[in-house]
């Protein structure tokens, strides 16, 4: 499977590192272990998956919005979103100021933007459900310029906060996904089945926009740091042979060429 640095700093983990230098005291996760992480995969270094990182082009971004403690959170799956795919950027959000980078990438003439929210919450006219390349009819992107999904990267009623409250979010199209799969993740369960993790969420707008080997790496890749994750958690070693494993170390031999669009 080709492997992308771990070394390499992406954009949540420059997010969560200028997160900490801003707090005034460690964050400590909540019912999680207080002794050393491995930098670069965030879990116990005796369940480090750092060599297990896959890299794949994508013709599609990952804009993040993310709410406060989100980055430092372990748990936090946009890590895992910004590991896999290269065109990932991250964006603290605060109601009172905009990071003028943000604001950049929005105005960036190659992206199509658009935000991932349920469409019940949402002004009818706003609401596409499909994207580019889609199969569906509907959608009003610009079909020239690569999508652009920005995920808003919280709890439930945060990202709710987010999306009243950011007017720079306004002009652009919302995507409301429509998925049949109940949600897979396991590390923190929301009340509800249908409430996805922000990982999931975006293999589900990779798979709209025709990004399917991305969508299948992203989704394994979720499964075996899932699988990492609580094993440390109940203090068992990694099964390096388990089927989340096998699954991702075969999308990696099936990798297909790079995007020439890029």
Same mark, same amino acid.
């Given at each position: 499977m080709p492997l992308a *640095? @771990?070394?390499? @700093?992406? %954009?949540? +983990? &420059? $997010? &969560?590192?200028?997160? $900490? %230098? =801003? +707090? +005034?005291? @460690?964050?400590? %996760? &909540?019912?999680?272990? =207080?002794? *050393? =992480? !491995?930098?670069? !995969? =965030?879990? $116990?270094? +005796?369940? !480090?998956?750092c060599a297990l990182r896959p890299k794949v082009s994508t013709r599609a971004g990952i804009c993040l919005l993310m709410a406060d403690v989100e980055p430092l959170k372990p748990s936090n799956t946009g890590w895992l979103i910004a590991d896999v795919v290269a065109e990932t950027y991250a964006f603290g959000w605060a109601r009172t100021q905009t990071d003028p980078a943000l604001l950049a990438l929005l105005a960036d003439p190659q992206w199509q933007p658009c935000v991932v929210f349920p469409g019940e919450f949402v002004e009818p006219s706003r609401v596409v459900h499909a994207v580019p390349g889609a199969e569906q009819p509907g959608a009003q992107l610009a079909t020239a310029k690569r999508p652009l999904f920005i995920l808003l990267d919280a709890t439930w009623a945060e990202a709710r906060k987010m999306f009243r409250k950011s007017p720079y979010l306004d002009p652009w199209p919302v995507l409301s996904l429509q998925p049949a799969q109940i949600s897979r993740y396991q590390l923190r369960r929301s009340r509800r089945d249908d409430h996805f993790c922000t990982s999931e969420v975006a293999a589900l707008c990779l798979e709209l926009a025709g990004e399917v080997h991305a969508a299948r790496t992203l989704d394994a890749y979720l499964d075996v740091y899932t699988h990492h994750y609580l094993r440390a958690k109940q203090q068992l070693p990694a099964d390096r042979e388990s089927a989340a494993h096998a699954d991702l170390k075969a999308l990696g031999s099936l990798a297909p060429s790079p995007v020439a669009s890029l």
């Open positions: *640095e @771990p070394s390499t @700093p992406h %954009a949540v +983990s &420059r $997010l &969560r590192a200028d997160r $900490l %230098a =801003r +707090s +005034s005291k @460690p964050f400590l %996760a &909540r019912g999680g272990t =207080r002794g *050393e =992480r !491995c930098p670069g !995969c =965030r879990l $116990l270094p +005796s369940h !480090c998956m």
